[in-house]
Every structure is written in C-alpha cells, then in structure tokens.
C-alpha cells in the first residue's frame, strides 16, 4: 500500500468523526485533524483504535503521540505496516 | 507560571462499551492509575467514567503546560495521576439548569486529583454529572480564586460551539470580574486570551451539547 492509498484509507476511518466533509474530501498529508477537520480531542483514541482495527495493526503510545495531522498518520500506518511484513 | 486548562465531556457522545474495554483505556491510563479506581465507589464512577474523567484531568493538565510549552505532545499515559480523592458526598450530580456558573469549587461535590507531568505537580478539580465531566487543572491545590461555568447548547456544529463559548465566557468575565468591555482572543499557539488583561489566564472546551470556560483571578 501505498501514501496515497492509505490517506484514501485514513479518510474512512476519519469520516465518523467530523462534520466538516469539505475539508474531509480534499485530504491531504499537511490536514490537521483538530485544527482544520475540527475533530474533537475526545475522538482520538477512537481514530487511532479505528485505525489499528482498519489495517490489523497495533498503534503504541510513543507512535500515537507523533499522531497530529493525516501526514503524520499515514507514517505511523506505513512503519506499523511495514514492521509485520 | 501563569496558566489555567479545562476540559469538558459531554458523555452522551462518548461509546461507553468501548471505553471500558482494555484496547481503549489502556492508550488513556497507565498501570498504576487501574489501581486508583479499585478505591472508589463505583455506584458514583462506572468504569467508564473513571476512564473519561482520567481523560478530562489529563487534557487539563495538557493545556495548563503547553500555554508555556507548546511544543509538548499530548500522550495521556504520561500525565500521571497520582493521587484521586473521591468527593466527601456520594452521589452523582444532576446537571439540570441550561447553565451552571461558580467562583470556586466545593470539594464536598468534586474528585480532587493530583497529577505527575513532565517534571511538574498539578492539580485539577473535577466534577462527574450524570451527563457530562468537567475538569480543570491549576499548578497549586488552591482553587478558590477559579472561576468556571459550563452551558448546554442547541446546535453542536463547531461554529456554534466556539460563538457559544466565547458569548459565555464574555458574560461570565463582566459578572465575575471585570465591567469594561473585554474582546477575547486566540493565541498562534491555540489558546484563548483576554485582551489587553494577560494575567487572567483562560481556557475554553466544547464538546457535543456542552460548552465551559475557566479563568483565574490575577493569575495567582
């Protein structure tokens, strides 16, 4: 899987989460999940556990801090992926 | 350091069968904070609600730190709780006015905590209704000089949400504390401040339904 497959991937598990579907459909790695898709704070564990379920994989706390924007999610995804394989 | 963070939760938005399930708590508690709960009642805090309310002091606490530390990550198994005090009367509170506003916190009717970050100590005053949590954080366990107030809302879109808790907040200044006309704005960083009155921290949440603020009398 590839950057973009797995940003088109992360778009799914975020849709639940915010009402701001604009911002949603035009993704892109420097989107901030609180400050631009306006998710609450409260959600973030239920993204990165939505996430972890998506791809089979599992999210450590030292990864999940790095976690602020789509960019940085798509990079704790791939090395997650990538450290099964 | 002059600061002050809040955190509100609006439980009716949160998946009370995940939370108490080990996957999702285990990103917001450590292990020795599994151990705090076994000593309180659980008539007055579900699993459940521990987990939220663990959630509320440690997003306190983080927005208390990063006012002068913007660069900390938020990562709630490392800001520790320390010490829980249950409040001395057990029983769940109802949040049954549209809005609730106070100079203080009574500790008869809140769970008071401390907590461990970074190299710091914090405090934070929390109370658990039976439909939201509230919490704020300070760096002294004197709370006396904090004023707070929480708001039920119709619309819960984002925008109605921060127009909502910036009118609250504007009312609540000019009851409290200050009759001249205040404008309230955001820091680069993100928080709120009072303009032109920069020792009188102040920190905002919404969540679903719910807004709140918290701010602090000279900044002591």
């Known amino acids: 899987m590839n950057r973009q497959e797995i940003l088109e991937g992360l778009k799914k598990v975020l849709a639940p989460y915010t009402m701001d579907k604009d911002v949603l459909n035009s993704i892109n790695e420097e989107t901030d999940f609180i400050k631009d898709l306006k998710i609450n704070s409260a959600n973030l564990v239920d993204i990165i556990i939505d996430a972890e379920e998506k791809y089979n994989i599992e999210i450590d706390v030292d990864s999940a801090e790095r976690i602020h924007n789509a960019g940085s999610c798509v990079d704790v995804i791939m090395e997650k992926l990538n450290e099964k394989n | ?220």
């Open chain 2, 1 to 220: 350091m002059i600061s002050i963070g809040n955190d509100i939760i609006a439980l009716e938005r949160t998946n009370a069968a995940r939370s108490k399930q080990e996957k999702f708590y285990s990103k917001i508690l450590c292990r020795q904070e599994n151990a705090l709960f076994k000593n309180i009642n659980s008539d007055i805090l579900s699993i459940e609600n521990f987990v939220w309310l663990a959630w509320s002091v440690k997003e306190s606490v983080y927005k208390f730190y990063t006012r002068t530390n913007q660069q900390a990550l938020f990562s709630p198994t490392k800001i520790v709780i320390q010490k829980i005090k249950a409040p001395l009367q057990q029983e769940i509170l109802e949040f049954d006015n549209a809005q609730l506003e106070r100079n203080s916190f009574n500790n008869e009717t809140c769970f008071c905590c401390e907590i461990q970050f970074a190299s710091d100590i914090f405090y934070t005053r929390t109370l658990v209704f039976d439909d939201i949590i509230f919490s704020v954080a300070n760096n002294t366990n004197c709370f006396e000089n904090i004023y707070w107030g929480i708001k039920n809302i119709d619309d819960d879109s984002y925008e109605a949400q921060s127009a909502a808790v910036r009118e609250f907040t504007l009312k609540g200044l000019n009851k409290f504390l200050l009759s001249e006309e205040l404008t309230i704005e955001k820091s680069l960083f993100g928080y709120p401040f009072i303009s032109k009155q920069n020792q009188i921290p102040l920190s905002f949440t919404h969540h679903g339904n719910y807004v709140a603020y918290s701010f602090k009398q000279n900044g002591k």
